[in-house]
């Protein structure tokens, strides 16, 4: 993915145990630990996105 090329996620900042995690996760989805946080970050970013949209009038 081209998020591991541009912004190097490096998975070795992360703590043992989220590591851990993060490549069972990877195996269990058939690819690499970068490309499985890489699929956390763009998942939580679109969640934010959606959460922190600001209301309009088709809200109320």
């Known amino acids: 993915m081209e998020m591991s090329r541009n912004n190097s996620l490096d998975i070795d900042h992360i703590s ?14 058939n690819c690499t630990p970068t490309e499985m946080l890489e699929r956390i970050i ?19």
Do not use: C, F, M
Request: no cysteine.
């Open 16 to 29: 043992p145990k989220v590591r851990e995690l993060i490549e069972q996760y990877a195996v269990a989805n």
């Open 42 to 60: 763009l998942d939580w970013d679109a969640h934010q996105s959606g959460s922190e949209r600001p209301s309009t009038e088709e809200d109320e």
